[in-house]
């Protein structure tokens, strides 16, 4: 047994919820053989207890058996608060949390027009009727869409006595978006970096008050303004929202790569048009069949939801009136948010 033996048995033990093991995000601190016993220390950054049993039990799995016995093994586990509230293995420095808000949730998407808004938006009305306290932020500078969704189009922010923007309230969510601040015919014409300062102010100078959950609608792939947010806010996890087809599937691969190489979790995907039923009850798979369910399980994260195409979905998010708002009796795609919602808090603890 040697360093190098040990370290490659190590790489085989995944930090939960990514795809990455706790060799490659730098966990394992010190690694001694004495008298034939290994000893291991490992230091992470979680306020979850199940986080570091489930590496104790897996790091004794990989090496029992190289070692000659558990008895051969000792792993000693620095649990410390991360930094800023996020879950974050490694610990990572410099990600600023926001004020009165308990837990931040990114939702994303590899490419445009997978109904990442409409799932947004939806989720956030979803978890709002569990009682929790819910902000939703427009971070697609280039193709707001919450606030027609919310039907807050005619609302413009106003400043409090700190000269913060005050956010637009609609179906009891807090809502951020330069849909607010321009006209439905305005484009936004700006280059990266003012564009990833545009959506700074609204994280960090916006008066959002205490909130449960706060929803990052994060624009279509992984350029600029997605990597500013989860490189310097502390980010609890991301749902990947994509749809059964392989095209879609192909970019929110790249979309959840991009979150391990920023040490942000994957809480889970949820799968937008999975099917459409017609009134006699038969299901047509017209973009394909299984594919979330399959990602998630190459994945090892939750399939939080699957939605049906429905044109009741489309007709209320054109008129301001977001699905989720009916009972779960009455909708089939409310009935599904809402197993998403139910399904995060799981996620998140995890």
């Known amino acids: 047994m040697n360093e190098d033996t040990i370290r490659n048995a190590l790489s085989a033990v995944r930090y939960p919820g990514f795809s990455r093991d706790i060799v490659s995000f730098g966990l394992v601190r010190s690694i001694r053989v004495e008298s034939g016993v290994i000893s291991i220390g490992i230091q992470v950054q979680t306020r979850d207890p199940k986080i570091p049993e489930k590496i104790f039990n897996e790091c004794h799995e990989a090496l029992d058996e190289i070692a000659g016995g558990p008895e051969k093994v000792q792993i000693t586990i620095d649990v410390q608060d991360p930094p800023g509230g996020a879950n974050t293995p490694g610990g990572v420095g410099g990600k600023q949390s926001i004020a009165g808000v308990k837990r931040i949730i990114a939702v994303a998407s590899g490419k445009g027009g997978v109904g990442k808004s409409t799932v947004s938006s939806n989720l956030a009305i979803s978890l709002s009727k569990q009682g929790l306290k819910v902000g939703l932020c427009d971070c697609d500078l280039y193709g707001p869409s919450i606030a027609l969704m919310f039907g807050a189009t005619d609302q413009q922010p106003v400043a409090d006595s700190r000269e913060r923007i005050v956010p637009i309230e ?181």
Request: aromatic share 6%; glycine share 8%.
């Open 170 to 350: 609609a179906h009891g969510i807090k809502l951020m978006s330069m849909g607010f601040l321009l006209g439905d015919s305005s484009p936004v014409i700006v280059r990266g970096p003012l564009a990833t300062r545009y959506t700074q102010q609204f994280l960090q100078e916006v008066a959002w008050g205490d909130l449960d959950v706060l929803i990052l609608d994060l624009p279509p792939g992984t350029g600029d303004i997605q990597l500013t947010i989860v490189q310097t806010i502390a980010v609890d996890g991301a749902v990947v929202v994509t749809t059964p087809q392989e095209v879609a599937l192909i970019d929110a691969r790249k979309a959840i790569s991009m979150f391990a190489k920023v040490n942000v979790r994957i809480l889970g995907l949820i799968e937008n048009m999975s099917w459409f039923e017609c009134n006699q009850g038969t299901r047509y798979h017209l973009f394909g069949e299984g594919g979330g369910q399959r990602e998630a399980a190459q994945l090892d994260v939750p399939l939080l939801a699957q939605i049906p195409i429905d044109p009741e979905t489309r007709r209320r998010c054109d008129e301001g009136e977001p699905v989720a708002l009916l009972d779960a009796s009455e909708s089939a795609v409310s009935a599904a948010f809402e197993q998403a919602a139910q399904a995060l808090p799981t996620a998140i603890n995890q």
